[in-house]
Every structure is written in C-alpha cells, then in structure tokens.
C-alpha cells in the first residue's frame, strides 16, 4: 500500500511540475517601440569653422537604419555625420531611428549666423547680358533667352538646352554651387547643375560629374511653381557641393529639358560658386 501511495505522489509531483514549465513558456519577449530620448543626438561646431557642425547619436537601442534630414533638402546617413551649411538662418534637424519595435525621431534647431562668404568663382553670374556664358546647344525644342538680367528656359517638345562657364578651382577643396530659382511650374522634365572636367560639345547630352542641384518633376519637385534659392528645392543629385582630387579647370554647366516646360519655366539669377 505505501509503495502504491508514493508512486501516486510521484507522478502528481511530475504533473504539477510539468504544468508549472509550460505555465512559465512565454516564449520570446516582444521588441519594444523606442521613444524619441532614443533618438536625441548632439552637434559640435568645428572651432575653425562655425558653418561647419558634426552631429552625433547613440541610441541605446539596436537599430537597423538611421537617417539624418539637416533642413536644407540635404540628408545622410549613420551615427555621425557632417555638415556643411553656407547660408545664414535656422534649419530643423531631424535624427531618426528605425528599430525592430518601430520608429523614433527627434529634432532640433540650430543657428547659422552668418553666411560662408568665399570669393565667387563665376563671372557675371548676375547677368549683365552673356559675357564670360557660352550656349551650350544640345536638341531642338527648349530655348534659352539672356534678358532683364535674368536667364530663362522656356519651349519643350524633348528638347534640351543649357549654359556652361569654367573656373579653375584647387585641389580637394569643396565647393558650393547657388543660385536663385524662379520655376513657373514644369511638366514631364528636369532642369540639372554639372561640374564637370569633360568640355561640352555642342549637340551632346552633358553628365559628367553627376548631378550637383536638379529639378525632376519625376522624382517630385519642379512641377509647382516656387522662387528661392535652389539649395533649398533640388530633389535630384546632390546638395550643391563638389569636390576635385586635383586642381584646375572645371566647367559649370546648366541645362533643362523636357516635353513642356511652359512659358519661362525656370528663370535664374545671382549664380555662385564659393569654397567652404
């Protein structure tokens, strides 16, 4: 009888640790979304150069994207990053964390107090007439007009035309490409800045060094009407700097084309070069 009794003790000692395992398998914790004190981040102005700020993040969390939006249509991409900013004024910065719980971000403004005022490299970017621009034919469709001390792009029919200008420049320094920008609103086209060391060629399409600054109402910008500075609307290529490993003569090349870009479509004015 006792051994009876024990063995019935034992295997209900077995169930109530059975159920007691499978009470405790949760199985494996849930990941949770992070919070934007996750996101924050720091910046410290290079002592040289104020216009200059490198930015910084950690998140305590494990991440597997970051992004960065500095304010001025530019963005990167990591822990840290470095940016230039040529112009005065305040810009909202985003940090954002992307996370197998979800998303955070977090945002601050910063002051930039005065403008990188570098000597101009271009020659009559305010256009007193053409002097030191050459025409850079390249399809027939879009023409392009020197008047009220202005340039103007207007036409379409797949045609493109532009304006090129060359400037020496130095050796791994960096430059910033600007201008004002009118757009009057565009349709199925593109309105594109190159520096290139390749020289244009009449009747030939002009890539060399990629996009600096562009307007592509594919990609989504150039299809409204807006006037600033064209910085702060390209949504193609760049941000408007480049950079040469060796020095010496490069060639600004401006050039639109399209099926229809209006009347007057995109005007330009004040164009520049600086080094930062």
Same mark, same amino acid.
């Given at each position: 009888?006792?051994?009876?009794?024990?063995?019935?003790?034992?295997?209900?000692?077995?169930?109530?640790?059975?159920?007691?395992?499978?009470?405790?398998?949760?199985?494996?914790?849930?990941?949770?979304?992070?919070?934007?004190?996750?996101?924050?981040?720091?910046?410290?102005?290079?002592?040289?150069?104020?216009?200059?700020?490198?930015?910084?993040?950690?998140?305590?969390?494990?991440?597997?994207?970051?992004?960065?939006?500095?304010?001025?249509?530019?963005?990167?991409?990591?822990?840290? =990053?470095? +940016? /230039?900013? &040529?112009?005065? !004024?305040?810009?909202?910065?985003?940090?954002? @964390?992307?996370?197998?719980?979800? %998303?955070?971000?977090?945002?601050?403004?910063?002051?930039?107090?005065?403008?990188?005022?570098?000597?101009?490299?271009?020659?009559?970017?305010?256009?007193?007439?053409?002097?030191?621009?050459?025409?850079?034919?390249?399809?027939?469709?879009?023409?392009?007009?020197?008047?009220?001390?202005?340039?103007?792009?207007?036409?379409?029919?797949?045609?493109?035309?532009?304006?090129?200008?060359?400037?020496?420049?130095?050796?791994?320094?960096?430059?910033?490409?600007?201008?004002?920008?009118?757009?009057?609103?565009?349709?199925?086209?593109?309105?594109?800045?190159? =520096?290139? +060391? /390749?020289? &244009?060629?009449? !009747?030939?399409?002009?890539?060399?060094?990629? @996009?600096?600054?562009?307007?592509? %109402?594919?990609?989504?910008?150039?299809?409204?009407?807006?006037?600033?500075?064209?910085?702060?609307?390209?949504?193609?290529?760049?941000?408007?700097?480049?950079?040469?490993?060796?020095?010496?003569?490069?060639?600004?090349?401006?050039?639109?084309?399209?099926?229809?870009?209006?009347?007057?479509?995109?005007?330009?004015?004040?164009?520049?070069?600086?080094?930062?």
């Amino acid at each position: 009888m006792k051994a009876i009794k024990l063995q019935h003790g034992l295997l209900s000692l077995f169930a109530l640790l059975l159920l007691s395992s499978c009470n405790t398998d949760e199985g494996p914790a849930a990941v949770l979304p992070p919070d934007s004190e996750q996101a924050a981040f720091s910046y410290t102005p290079d002592p040289e150069s104020p216009n200059r700020l490198t930015f910084t993040a950690s998140p305590e969390v494990e991440t597997w994207y970051t992004h960065w939006s500095f304010g001025d249509n530019t963005a990167a991409e990591g822990m840290e =990053a470095t +940016k /230039t900013y &040529p112009l005065s !004024g305040e810009y909202e910065v985003r940090f954002k @964390i992307f996370t197998d719980g979800g %998303t955070a971000q977090s945002t601050q403004t910063i002051s930039i107090e005065s403008d990188i005022l570098g000597p101009n490299l271009i020659q009559n970017g305010e256009f007193d007439g053409d002097e030191a621009w050459s025409i850079l034919p390249i399809s027939n469709g879009v023409e392009v007009a020197f008047e009220n001390g202005a340039v103007s792009w207007s036409g379409g029919g797949w045609g493109q035309e532009g304006i090129y200008q060359a400037i020496e420049v130095e050796a791994d320094q960096v430059y910033q490409i600007n201008m004002e920008v009118t757009c009057n609103g565009l349709s199925d086209s593109w309105f594109e800045v190159y =520096a290139g +060391k /390749t020289v &244009p060629t009449p !009747g030939n399409d002009y890539t060399d060094g990629g @996009i600096r600054l562009g307007l592509n %109402t594919w990609e989504g910008c150039g299809g409204e009407p807006f006037e600033g500075l064209f910085t702060a609307y390209s949504c193609s290529g760049e941000d408007g700097t480049f950079q040469f490993p060796e020095g010496g003569t490069v060639y600004l090349v401006i050039r639109g084309g399209g099926a229809d870009y209006g009347i007057n479509g995109v005007t330009i004015d004040n164009v520049s070069v600086r080094q930062l």
